[in-house]
């Protein structure tokens, strides 16, 4: 090719089928472990949760006021003794018919009594009898939670699969579990490339080399990654040179399960990464048409049949581009669902495409981009989005204003008042 001839393009890749490849090549770990309720947030269930018993266990008040029999109750203002008195935690005797029964919130209904009226609907009687003044009549039913309302005996409370949240966790101890199997955690190399990189807290701003600057992308991938429950094994920068990189990725592939790293996988001479990850397994670069985020990187890297290592399988190899916002973006949109699934998740809690909502840009962009592009946005007080004004794929304050994404596609204007498709951070990784 002569000089003066461009360079031919790599031709660009649908994040839909970028999305659907990876997820063609990852399968779950398939290894299980026994965690502590308290401890299991976030992880994945390996077992279908099934309840031995109904929830709630028994009928119960859900007001403070008197259990009746509403035969007893036909018309307003008839006067019951009041025969028993049943605070949570206690049982009752069957309602003599003709008295109410003083009943508290959560506490079981006597037998016999088939409705409550709250006591905001009753008035004390003075005198020597101790009975109430019903000012309503109830209907059967009424104020009570009926035995097996919540979740039924037998019933699958939490199918294997679920990504465990607070409330879950809280509907798992409802059921009386204090242990539930889960899938392992993926173990998760990561490492940053480029010469240009020191790390916060060895190099003083005062003292920045020329040229250098700070390795932001360790710190939020880290984050990502535990936040995605995997274990991760932190190998710092490493050099652009061949020998160091294809040494890092050695060492790492016969612990790992996948090895992340960001940077270097441009197509410029000092990106490292593909040379060596194709010398110790294979890769494909892919040019995937968004923005930010175009160059990614999957590949497989042998393990070494040594000690410790699981001879004859592969390590998974993801490369992120080293701009920040291009590595977090991809992190979010193809790095997440790879993820999930390697741990098992199901369909339904991977969400592969990350769910949007339509909402209103109270903004322009009156320059449409030949790529998809993921926007960073905030949600207004108005209910519409606010676009962060640079979009630079460097810069990382736009993402650490924004509270989502616009998801634009390609070759597509907006003008302020559009219905645009926004993806929330917190759907991501909630
Ligand atoms: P690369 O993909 O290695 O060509 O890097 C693209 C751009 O991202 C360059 O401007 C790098 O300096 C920058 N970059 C690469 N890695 C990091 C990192 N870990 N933290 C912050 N910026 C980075
Ligand atoms: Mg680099």
Request: with cysteine.
């Amino acid at each position: 090719m002569s000089e003066t001839q461009p360079r031919p393009r790599p031709p660009l890749m649908a994040l839909d089928r970028a999305l659907a490849d990876l997820m063609g090549r990852v399968s779950p770990l398939l290894a299980t472990e026994t965690v502590a309720l308290i401890d299991s947030d976030r992880r994945i269930l390996a077992e279908d949760l099934v309840s031995a018993l109904h929830v709630p266990p028994h009928d119960n008040s859900s007001m403070d006021g008197y259990a009746v029999r509403t035969m007893d109750v036909e018309a307003p203002g008839v006067v019951l003794p009041v025969s028993q008195r049943v605070a949570a935690g206690h049982t009752g005797g069957p309602l003599e018919p003709g008295t109410c029964a003083r009943i508290f919130t959560g506490a079981p209904m006597p037998p016999g009594a088939d409705a409550v009226v709250m006591q905001e609907d009753t008035r004390e009687v003075g005198g020597n009898i101790h009975g109430v003044h019903i000012d309503v009549v109830p209907q059967a039913g009424q104020w009570v939670r009926r035995a097996g309302e919540d979740v039924s005996r037998g019933a699958v409370v939490l199918p294997a699969g679920t990504r465990l949240s607070a409330a879950s966790i809280g509907l798992a101890a409802g059921i009386g579990r204090a242990h539930l199997s889960v899938w392992r955690r993926p173990r998760v190399a990561l490492f940053s490339t480029g010469d240009e990189l020191v790390m916060p807290g060895e190099v003083a701003p005062e003292n920045m080399p020329p040229g250098a600057i700070y390795n932001s992308n360790r710190y939020f991938l880290r984050v990502l990654l535990q936040r995605l429950g995997c274990e991760v094994s932190d190998l710092g920068i490493v050099p652009d040179r061949r020998e160091a990189t294809v040494a890092a990725l050695k060492t790492a592939a016969d612990h790992h399960d996948l090895i992340l790293t960001s940077g270097g996988v441009s197509v410029g001479e000092e990106d490292h990464i593909k040379p060596a990850v194709q010398q110790l397994g294979s890769l494909d670069l892919w040019q995937i048409a968004m923005k930010p985020g175009k160059p990614f990187a999957y590949g497989v890297v042998r393990r070494d049949a040594g000690a410790g290592a699981e001879a004859g399988q592969v390590c998974h190899f993801i490369g992120l581009p080293g701009n920040p916002v291009s590595s977090f973006v991809t992190f979010l949109l193809l790095v997440r669902p790879f993820l999930l699934r390697l741990q098992g998740a199901s369909e339904a809690s991977v969400l592969s495409s990350p769910r949007s909502y339509r909402m209103r840009a109270d903004f322009d962009l009156p320059r449409a981009d030949k790529r998809r592009e993921f926007l960073r946005v905030r949600r207004n007080e108005a209910g519409g989005l606010d676009l962060f004004s640079n979009q630079s794929a460097g810069v990382l304050t736009s993402a650490s204003w924004a509270d989502g994404l616009v998801d634009n596609p390609a070759g597509t204007t907006i003008a302020r008042g559009d219905l645009v498709d926004y993806i929330a951070f917190s759907d991501l990784l909630p």
